[in-house]
Nanobody
Framework: QVQLVESGGGLVQPGGSLRLSCAAS????????MGWYRQAPGKQRDLVAG???????NYADSVKGRFTISRDNAKNTVYLQMNSLKPEDTAVYSC?????????WGQGTQVTVSS
């Protein structure tokens, strides 16, 4: 089993930056796929970014060039650096991990982009 603890959400002005963290209870290098989804009010949950155990990354088209997913194996933590934030990025961001065929979720963290 994997526990995921997120941090780093908050309120930011348009054009600003935030960094989300997701700390895992097991080695992140052993997790098949790890990343972030987001869900805005009244909308479906969408994949934002993912990173495989081999280090391959993928991003939603809407965040390419603005968001970067990275990993610190020593800290068992995955990060989502979010730059040039827009009001439409406002959502609850949830970390996920696929480990030994099961999907695990963090508790979610609110990101609000507003002036």
């Amino acid at each position: 089993q994997v526990q995921l603890v997120e941090s780093g959400g908050g309120l930011v002005q348009p054009g600003g930056s935030l960094r989300l963290s997701c700390a895992a209870s097991t080695s992140v290098s052993s997790i098949s796929l790890m990343g972030w989804y987001r869900q805005a009010p009244g909308k479906q949950r969408d994949l934002v970014a993912g990173m495989s155990s081999g280090g391959s990354t993928n991003y939603a088209d809407s965040v390419k060039g603005r968001f970067t997913i990275s990993r610190d194996n020593a800290k068992n933590t995955v990060y989502l650096q979010m730059n040039s934030l827009k009001p439409e990025d406002t959502a609850v961001y949830s970390c996920f991990a696929i480990y030994r065929g099961r999907k695990y979720w963090g508790q979610g963290t609110q990101v609000t982009v507003s002036s």
